[in-house]
């Protein structure tokens, strides 16, 4: 089983940078894929970005493409979300998740494992 805690949220202005971090526990952290979901209050949980269990493959929304930037630390039992161009619209709270196994799908029922969000907001 994996546990998960995201950090780095907070405010931030348009245009700037931010950096999320997820730490797992678990010695195994290298056989899951991992994903980051993001929920406005109203909305939708969405697909952010995701990314397979060595790193080699990732995936991302329409609506982050070219701005964010997911990567694993498997080593430090780390995924990270480097967020640049932040925009009004990427205000949520954003839930790093796990499935067992290599394929980094992008819906959130094909994941077993779930932090506790952490809130970013972004100010125009």
């Known amino acids: 089983q994996v546990q998960l805690v995201e950090s780095g949220g907070g405010p931030v202005q348009a245009g700037n940078s931010l950096r999320l971090s997820c730490a797992a526990s678990?010695?195994?952290?290298?056989?899951?894929?991992m994903g980051w979901f993001r929920q406005a209050p109203g909305k939708e949980r969405e697909f952010v970005t995701s990314?397979?269990?060595?790193?080699?493959?990732?995936y991302y929304a329409d609506s982050v493409k070219g701005r964010f930037t997911i990567s694993r630390d498997n080593a430090k039992n780390t995924v990270y979300l480097q967020m640049s161009s932040l925009k009004p619209e990427d205000s949520a709270v954003y839930y790093c998740a796990a499935r067992f196994g290599a394929v980094p799908y992008n819906t959130p029922s094909q994941y077993n494992y779930w932090g506790q969000g952490t809130q970013v907001t972004v100010s125009s």
């Open positions: 678990g010695r195994t952290f290298s056989s899951y894929a």
């Open positions: 990314i397979s269990n060595g790193g080699a493959t990732t």
